[in-house]
């Protein structure tokens, strides 16, 4: 299993600002994603992070709110841009090797953010 | 798209025997999983269905049955750690990533 850490863990941010979300990984993984899971809610996908070329986000997401960075096999950011409080919610790292039956999708902690 | 189905919450008590159901409307069906995840935590991987059949796994077994569209994971020997929120996740056609279901909230009590 893959160990995944995310920084920060929680933020309370302003209305207007943005927050770049960190996630790590302790070994080389193939796939990273990003998720958003609202109170209540379940996991909805935002972004596949591709290594070396621009992110492949779902329906209802796009570049400019939510910009991506995957430097390499082991690293990827989140940017949530211009916070509204409507952006409060869980964001979820999670990451996936290509082998096998690609069968485990590993999440990382979480970091809870707060939007005022 | 996908529709996936399970009961918003669910109690039960310590010690005894409990069904979470999972009914899915999909395409191209590639696999089940069922993921476990706790107050405040990040969900964890309990089980992977693709064939019909009961996947056992000590106290927690999942089973699928395709034409049905319906999977369900039982958990066994209740303990009060295992009050979590359970998440059914259905991936299909060319995706390698799954759709999650909103999840089943499970209370157990003494």
């Known amino acids: 299993s893959a160990v995944i850490s995310q920084k920060p863990s929680r933020d309370i941010c302003q209305r207007g600002t943005s927050l770049t979300i960190q996630c790590q990984v302790d070994s080389q993984v193939t796939m990273m994603f990003w998720y958003r899971q609202q109170p209540g809610q379940s996991l909805t996908l935002i972004a596949t992070a591709n290594q070396g070329s621009e992110a492949t986000y779902e329906s209802g997401f796009v570049i400019d709110k939510f910009p991506i960075s995957r430097p390499n096999l082991t690293f990827s950011t989140l940017t949530v841009s211009n916070m509204s409080p409507e952006d409060s919610s869980i964001y979820l790292c999670?990451?996936?090797?290509?082998?096998?039956?690609?069968?485990?999708?590993?999440f990382g902690p979480g970091t809870r953010l707060l939007v005022l | 798209g996908q529709n996936i189905d399970q009961p918003t919450e669910m109690t039960a008590t310590e010690g005894a025997i409990v069904q979470i159901n999972c009914t899915y409307q999909t395409s191209g069906f590639n696999g089940l999983f069922w993921y476990q995840q706790h107050a405040g935590e990040a969900p964890t991987f309990l089980s992977y269905?693709?064939?019909?059949g009961l996947e056992e796994k000590g106290r927690f077994s999942s089973f699928l049955s395709r034409s049905k569209g319906y999977s369900y994971l039982l958990l066994k020997e209740l303990q009060m750690k295992d009050s979590a929120s359970y998440l059914c996740a259905v991936r299909s056609g060319g995706s390698y990533i799954p759709t999650f279901g909103r999840g089943t909230s499970l209370i157990v009590h003494p």
């Open positions: 999670s990451v996936a090797s290509q082998g096998g039956a690609l069968e485990t999708q590993y």
């Open positions: 269905n693709v064939l019909d």
